[in-house]
């Protein structure tokens, strides 16, 4: 039997932008992955009559419902009350659930140990559910099935939502998979979502099982493919020949399978070769480093960078020639590569990136367009440079830009053509 899953997030936070919704994209991929359809997201703010009409409408089309928030100490936490009208349950004080928000307090708080009176609100869970401890925060959760419809409450951060549904909500839910999702991302650098769409849609229209789906990223293209079968490795199974199939058409344009970003793979193929990295950045502002550095184990390759966004640190840090500067402007081909040269020297790295361009809103002072931009690449057997043509936002140009600075390393490092 197919299962329709409905992921009801409350929080009037979220209505008003204050927080981006990350539970939704997390559940629904733990969803996918154990065979469970999500159709539906809704947000609700902190309203019990809002809230009380979404859980009826979700009832008719729904045979799970996951809430997520909502199940703080304050006045405003109102999800599992709201949630236990309508399905006809009364809340009970779950004595268990207040020794270990006690005892949280006390470890939290070793001078006093003292727990709010609100926080015991936490602990009037509906009548007969299945407690879900929650050893990362206060609010426990709880499962519960009625009216042929389970139902699932999690808290609202992340930090605990995510690991809440894997230890303690995915246990509840096994008897219901009667199969597996399984994905795998080809992701892609040098073709735009439209371009890659365009050469795979009849290939796409015709599938069934397994899927393929392009998503756009910044400046780059995942291709997901996505198969159901009754395990894991009959679904791989399915997968492996359209991997390979994509493998073989976009070639050199992959830059991997699975990886989670260009500076990722940058990152573990410098470390392979051990091979250091530094950058010199203009339009990009410290990006690259930025990228780079948030990857645990970036310090054994990266040396670091250079924030040259004034002609004259240009110069006097990076030793580009004034003369050149003056001739080509900041915004150019042969700065972009002296950029390069002159950050590989300055930090005595084996390879160096730059980056010079116009981000925007406006053209630069030598009339160059915005999403003019030039990534460089020294390297011990010499300069190569890449002249890119951005569009968008100022931060896509940026990321565009970084993009390019970072596929350059990765072809030096894999013996593929600039």
Known sequence: M???????????ELLLGSIANTDAQILSRELSALGITVYYHTVVGDNPERLRRAVEVAKERADIIITTGGLGPTCDD??????????????????????????YFWRLHPDTGEMPENNYQQAWLPEGCVPFQNDWG??????????????IMLPGPPSECAPMFRHRAVPYLQDLT??????RSVRIFGLGESEVESLLREQMNAMENPTLAPYAKEGE?????????????????????????????????????????LEAVCLRLLREKGVTLSAAESCTGGLIAKRITDLPGASAVFKGGVVSYWSEVKHNVLNV?????????????????????????????DLAVAVTGVAGPEPDDRDNPVGLVFAALSTPEGTYVREIYG????????????????????????????
């Open 321 to 349: 020639p004034q003369p050149l500067l003056d001739r080509c402007g900041a915004v150019s081909q042969p700065v972009a590569g002296a950029m390069a040269q002159g950050v590989r020297t300055l930090t005595g790295s």
């Open 78 to 103: 109102l999800t599992k009350s709201v949630l236990a009208q309508c399905f006809g349950k009364e809340l009970v004080f779950n004595q268990e659930a207040a020794k270990r928000m006690a005892a």
């Open 138 to 151: 206060t609010a426990p959760g709880c499962g519960f099935e009625a009216g042929g419809v389970r139902v």
């Open 178 to 183: 009667d199969g597996v999702i399984v994905s």
């Open 221 to 261: 293209v995942e291709l997901r493919i996505t198969a159901k079968a009754g395990d894991e490795d009959s679904a791989r199974a399915l997968i492996a020949p359209v991997e390979q199939q994509l493998l073989e058409r976009f070639g050199e344009l992959v830059y991997g399978v699975d990886e989670p970003s």
């Open 2 to 12: 197919a299962h329709i899953a409905e992921l009801i997030a409350v929080g009037t």
């Open 391 to 418: 569009a968008g936002s100022r931060e896509r140009i940026r990321q565009v830009a970084a993009n390019h600075a970072l596929d350059l390393v990765r072809r030096y490092l894999t013996g593929l053509p600039f």
